[in-house]
C-alpha cells in the first residue's frame, strides 16, 4: 500500500489532460492492485457511461459490452456508488446476459469500485483479471478502494476547473457584449441625437425585429460606423 500511495502521490497534474492523468492512475491500479491485468475508469455523465481511460485492451472491451446494454458491474457500480466483485464470470448470476459475452474477451473475475464525489458517485474503478477470484482478498479491495478515491478528487477538481473556466468565458463575453452595445449606442445618438434610453430601444426593437441577437445588432452598426457609413 505505501509504493501504491507514493505513485499516486508522484502523478503531475499541472498542465495535463485530464485523460492523459486517469491513463496514468489506471497503469498504476494495474500494478498497485492485488489480482489486477487490466483496469479502466467509467465515467457517468447523466444517462450516458464512457470509459475515460483504461490499461490493457480486456477492460475496454468488458466495458463496451456493458455500455451496449446498458447496465452491468461497473454501470451500476458508477450509478448505485456500491463496490460490485465477481468471483468467477462462469457462475456469476446477477448479470446474466452479460457474463457469457465478457468470458468471450478472456475476463474471469473482475472488481468495480465507486467513484465517490460529495455525498453520490461519478463513475467506477473498474478491474479486470483472466483468473477466478482474483480480488476476494482484502488488500485487493483496499487498495482498490485507494485507487478510486484519488480517481473521484482528480475528476471532481478537473470538472471544478472547467466550471471555473466556462464562467470566465461566460463574464468575458458579456463584458465583450456590454462594451459593443455601449459603443452602438453611442454610434446612434451621434446620428440621430437621441439619450442613451432612446438609443438602446432602438437596438432592442432591431434585434426583435430581425430576430438577432443584441450583440450582433450592435456589432453591425459599429462596425458600419468605423467604415464610414451614413453619419
Avoid at 22 to 28: D, R
Avoid at 116 to 124: F, L, R, V
Avoid at 132 to 145: D, H, L, N, V
Avoid at 152 to 178: F, G, K, P
Wanted: charged fraction near 25%; hydrophobic fraction near 40%; glycine fraction near 8%.
Amino acid at each position: 500500500m505505501q509504493e501504491l500511495w507514493r505513485d499516486l502521490s508522484q502523478v503531475v497534474l499541472a498542465d495535463r489532460r485530464l485523460d492523459d492523468v486517469l491513463g496514468e492512475v489506471t497503469g498504476i491500479a494495474a500494478r498497485g492492485v492485488p489480482g489486477a491485468e487490466s483496469t479502466s475508469i467509467t465515467l457517468v455523465r447523466g444517462d450516458r457511461a464512457f470509459t475515460a481511460a483504461h490499461t490493457g485492451e480486456m477492460a475496454l472491451a468488458a466495458d463496451e459490452l456493458q455500455y451496449e446494454r446498458g447496465y452491468g458491474p461497473c454501470m451500476d457500480a458508477g450509478r448505485a456508488g456500491v463496490v460490485l466483485r465477481i468471483d468467477d464470470m462462469r457462475t456469476e448470476q446477477r448479470w446474466p446476459d452479460y457474463t457469457p459475452r465478457v468470458l468471450e474477451v478472456g475476463v474471469r473475475s473482475s472488481l468495480s469500485m465507486p467513484l465517490p464525489y460529495q455525498g453520490s458517485a461519478i463513475g467506477a474503478l473498474n478491474i479486470y483479471s483472466t483468473r477466478p477470484a482474483a480480488f476476494s482478498s482484502r488488500e485487493s479491495e483496499e487498495a482498490a478502494t485507494t485507487v478510486a478515491e484519488a480517481v473521484a478528487v482528480l475528476v471532481a477538481n478537473a470538472d471544478a476547473q472547467d466550471r471555473l473556466a466556462e464562467q470566465a468565458r461566460n463574464m468575458r463575453l458579456a463584458m465583450e457584449s456590454r462594451a459593443v452595445i455601449e459603443q452602438a449606442k453611442g454610434v446612434l445618438m451621434a446620428q440621430r441625437r437621441l439619450d442613451a434610453e432612446a438609443a438602446f430601444e432602438v437596438l432592442r426593437e432591431a434585434s426583435q425585429r430581425y430576430n438577432r441577437k443584441l450583440r450582433d445588432i450592435a456589432s453591425g452598426i459599429v462596425q458600419s460606423a468605423s467604415e464610414g457609413g451614413p453619419r
